[in-house]
């Protein structure tokens, strides 16, 4: 313990860096884009299901500015029927490279038809093509069936632009806590919480 104390427990902690959770979040999420091998904003994303049994998967973390946290997705899979129900979620960000974790608590809500356009837009054409041929989550027959689907979505709108079907859109997580978490030798890890309070945000360091 005395090395241990020596030598790591004098480093800056997470309360020391920052005050503000979205500053943070902007930092760490700037350095994991440098060393994370793929989909540094990649998160899972927690919803619940209407008995309350959790339900987990992985989607792309879109944009992020003080409103909140993007992700698009199909509003009629299971995550959508799910967020229909229930807006609660938490978000979790782990970068292994950076030994670092971000829980985020918060609630969704729909972006606007015109944010979900110009963000649709941007995707390559294949992959509008698979989201317009994609009825995500619900039972496949075969791969065959799918490809027919695409190859439809090709045909049906070669020369155009492929619109934005009416159930694919994204959602914003506005977020009511964070926690971010830093690994240190023998598990002895630094963490803190954030909370709104008044106009700002409260950190209280957590016991690892
Ligand atoms: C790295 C990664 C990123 C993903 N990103 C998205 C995404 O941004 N949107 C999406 O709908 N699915 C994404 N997926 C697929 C989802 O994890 C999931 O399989 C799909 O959305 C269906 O989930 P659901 O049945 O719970 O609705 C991603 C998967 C991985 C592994």
Same mark, same amino acid.
């Given at each position: 313990m005395g090395d241990y104390s020596q030598n790591t427990e004098n480093t800056q902690t997470l309360l020391d860096l920052k005050s503000d959770p979205f500053d943070l979040f902007t930092d760490w999420m700037e350095e994991a884009e440098v !060393?994370?091998? !793929?989909?540094?904003n990649a998160m899972a994303l927690a919803t619940s299901t209407p008995d309350g049994h959790p339900s987990l998967r992985v989607v792309l973390l879109k944009g992020v500015d003080r409103n909140g946290f993007v992700f698009y997705t199909n509003k009629e899979s299971r995550k959508g029927l799910e967020l229909a129900e229930n807006p609660f979620v938490s978000l979790l960000f782990h970068w292994k490279s950076l030994r670092r974790q971000i829980r985020i608590e918060g609630t969704v809500s729909p972006v606007s038809e015109q944010e979900a356009d110009l963000y649709f837009a941007s995707r390559s054409r294949m992959s509008r093509l698979g989201a317009v041929a994609s009825d995500q989550s619900r039972p496949l027959e075969n791969r065959e069936i799918f490809k027919k689907r695409i190859q439809e979505a090709e045909e049906r709108y070669e020369g155009q632009q492929v619109p934005r079907p009416a159930n694919w859109s994204g959602y914003r997580v506005k977020p009511s806590a964070f926690e971010f978490w830093q690994e240190r030798p023998y598990r002895l890890h630094d963490r803190a919480r954030w909370t709104p309070e008044a106009n700002t945000w409260s950190a209280t360091r957590l016991y690892p």
């Amino acid at each position: 313990m005395g090395d241990y104390s020596q030598n790591t427990e004098n480093t800056q902690t997470l309360l020391d860096l920052k005050s503000d959770p979205f500053d943070l979040f902007t930092d760490w999420m700037e350095e994991a884009e440098v !060393s994370e091998p !793929s989909d540094a904003n990649a998160m899972a994303l927690a919803t619940s299901t209407p008995d309350g049994h959790p339900s987990l998967r992985v989607v792309l973390l879109k944009g992020v500015d003080r409103n909140g946290f993007v992700f698009y997705t199909n509003k009629e899979s299971r995550k959508g029927l799910e967020l229909a129900e229930n807006p609660f979620v938490s978000l979790l960000f782990h970068w292994k490279s950076l030994r670092r974790q971000i829980r985020i608590e918060g609630t969704v809500s729909p972006v606007s038809e015109q944010e979900a356009d110009l963000y649709f837009a941007s995707r390559s054409r294949m992959s509008r093509l698979g989201a317009v041929a994609s009825d995500q989550s619900r039972p496949l027959e075969n791969r065959e069936i799918f490809k027919k689907r695409i190859q439809e979505a090709e045909e049906r709108y070669e020369g155009q632009q492929v619109p934005r079907p009416a159930n694919w859109s994204g959602y914003r997580v506005k977020p009511s806590a964070f926690e971010f978490w830093q690994e240190r030798p023998y598990r002895l890890h630094d963490r803190a919480r954030w909370t709104p309070e008044a106009n700002t945000w409260s950190a209280t360091r957590l016991y690892p």
